[in-house]
């Protein structure tokens, strides 16, 4: 079985070298362990330091390309090097390198096919400014409602894959991939499982990814909203529908009491109008609904016919 350790890097020079050469090289049921980094267009010598630290792959990118980009090049590699797991983690020695055993055994036991770290349910982490802890655990909490799975930790970056979810996950792109390969394998019915890590955040060190906190949520916002619509399509459209439908039918009934004591449409005319309204947006909703739900199945069969060539394109015989 072989095992690749993915840190994705960008301008991280000056910390790769000691997180590589702190990265264990034996786990249980492994028999082989490669690091591979994949450089999203650095100014400095992370590729240089990389190699010099051991890194047994190193693939750059000529420009800076976000890290949903950096995820697909990780994936696309690890199959083309015959992976069995993908263990995932930053560049930067915030995560504990020794719980890389924790996140893996699950997948290696085939208790799981995608295991993520989780921060804040059982996990620790420290010096986590409270804006971030609030808005990922309130994110958790609404997808997890909305898709009816338990969910605790969306964006954690350390995580463990086997290859049948390297093979079906979707390519990602743009701002980050950890929600939308979340939801993604929630609706291809993979089987997910968070595990306790500890995270320590260091201070005064900016985030390569979030410039603000406006632009994490506007950005985790739109992938998600994109994201579930595209796994629960009936559900998405199918919800407001009812609601808005549910209201007209309390608008007219309203109308209706008004309108039967005297027979006069003319002084109660707002609340069938309203009641006419929602009515329509309802049902258009609900139309909504069925277009996504047929354009679900067929991406599903596209998606399938991916998979397969995915699956012939890197066989491991």
Not at 2 to 25: C, D, Q
């Amino acid at each position: 079985m072989k095992l690749i350790i993915n840190i994705p890097a960008y301008n991280e020079g000056e910390v790769i070298g000691k997180t590589i050469k702190s990265i264990p090289r034996e786990f249980d049921g492994i028999d082989e362990v490669l690091i591979q980094v994949i450089d999203d267009g650095s100014k400095d010598d992370t590729a240089k330091i990389s190699r010099e630290a051991g890194a047994d792959i190193v693939v750059s990118h000529t420009t800076n390309r976000r890290l949903g980009v950096v995820f697909n090049t990780a994936v696309e590699s690890a199959l083309k090097n015959s992976a069995d797991f993908m263990v995932n983690i930053d560049a930067d020695g915030q995560f504990d390198v020794n719980e890389i055993k924790n996140v893996l055994a699950p997948v290696v036991n085939n208790k799981a096919d995608m295991v993520i770290g989780d921060r804040f349910n059982k996990g620790k982490a420290h010096d986590i400014p409270f804006v971030k802890s609030f808005f990922n655990k309130l994110g958790a909490k609404l997808v997890g409602t909305f898709l009816s799975v338990k969910t605790y930790d969306l964006t954690c970056g350390f995580r463990a894959h086997n290859r049948e979810t390297l093979l079906r996950l979707n390519q990602v792109s743009g701002f980050t991939y950890t929600q939308e390969t979340i939801i993604d394998a929630i609706g291809k019915n993979l089987k997910l499982k968070w595990v306790p890590i500890t995270v320590r955040y260091f201070e005064g060190r900016k985030s390569r990814i979030v410039k603000s906190v406006f632009s994490f949520v506007n950005n985790s916002a739109k992938i998600i909203i994109k994201a579930v619509r595209d796994v629960r399509p009936m559900k998405f459209f199918g919800i407001p529908g009812i609601i808005l439908i549910s209201f007209s039918a309390v608008f007219f009934v309203i109308f209706l009491s008004f309108y039967l004591q005297n027979l006069k449409i003319s002084p109660y005319i707002n609340y069938l109008l309203a009641s006419i309204t929602l009515f329509l947006v309802g049902l258009q909703f609900f139309v909504f609904a069925l277009i996504a739900d047929m354009i679900k199945s067929n991406r599903k069969l596209t998606e399938d016919q991916m998979y397969l060539m995915k699956k012939d394109r890197y066989n491991k015989s």
